[in-house]
């Protein structure tokens, strides 16, 4: 190799030297952008002081697993053995209809506090008149046996009878159990009678439900007393006072 081809080789490897360092410069100068440079700032100081907690608006949480159930209504069977053993349940009579129980598990066990504010309601034990009550449990079997014909020969959606019963229930006994129980009873007694709605339709159909309807209709009629309002003697009339007139003047 003589001196012209080592003084080229010098040139072009100064030459690559150069470039390689350019691109570089190139490179690092478009990838760094001061203004956009991530700043880490120091944290904030931790306070270990205790904070104030407002008790008034923070409230515990309830677990996820406590049962909440609403008042009066029947026990899911499937929940029955979740159930707490310190919540008290009891059964309750029932209308009955088709394939229903006469009894439902109802969570019906007031707090100490609140059997105080329902024994001075207006719903306390009463006293009601033996004859009215003995009206009240016929009428009460006369709908059970209507209701169990008209389910036998229209069908279950026929609820009119125990519409009928349930609204009886909630005039006359809407929570005392001494009154609602023989009534319930009474109304069960009737569906029972009638063949509890699962009996073929018997062809006199008609005339039957007509004639538990004039049996309901005579005991309706002999009710009117206790709810008439008392007749009061008629007042004797007093009589016409004499208002004396100015004597006329005569000319």
């Known amino acids: 190799m003589n001196m012209k081809q080592r003084k080229l080789l010098v040139i072009c490897a100064t030459v690559l030297g150069l470039c390689a360092f350019s691109a570089l410069a190139q490179v690092a100068t478009t990838q760094f952008d001061p203004d956009k440079a991530l700043l880490v700032e120091d944290p904030p100081p931790k306070n270990d002081a205790p904070q104030a907690v407002d008790e ?8 996820a697993d406590e049962l909440t159930p609403a008042p009066d209504l029947p026990l ?28 439902i598990e109802t969570w019906t066990e007031p707090e100490e506090q609140h059997q105080a504010i329902i024994a001075q309601t207006v719903h306390r034990r009463r006293e009601i008149d033996p004859a ?36 009886m229930l909630d005039m006359e006994a809407p929570s005392a ?16 009678s009638g063949g509890r709605g ?30 008439s309002p008392p007749i009061l003697p008629a007042a004797v009339a007093a009589p016409p006072v004499a208002v004396n007139q100015p004597a006329s003047k005569t000319k």
């Open 56 to 63: 008034a608006v923070v409230q515990p949480a309830a677990p």
């Open 76 to 103: 899911d069977e499937a929940l029955a053995s979740e159930v707490p053993s310190e919540i008290k349940t009891t059964k309750r009579r029932t209308l009955q209809d088709v394939g229903t129980p006469d009894y």
């Open 132 to 167: 009215k009550l003995s009206n009240l449990t016929e009428l009460s079997r006369v709908f059970g046996a209507l209701h169990a014909l008209r389910v036998s020969c229209v069908g279950q959606q026929d609820q009119t009878f125990r519409s009928k019963m349930a609204t």
């Open 177 to 192: 159990n001494y009154i609602r129980d023989p009534l319930i009873i009474a109304f069960n007694s009737g569906f029972a």
């Open 198 to 227: 699962e009996q073929t339709c018997p062809r006199d159909n008609e005339a039957r439900e007509a004639n538990l309807a004039r049996v309901g209709r005579n005991i309706s009629l002999a009710m009117v007393k206790f709810y």
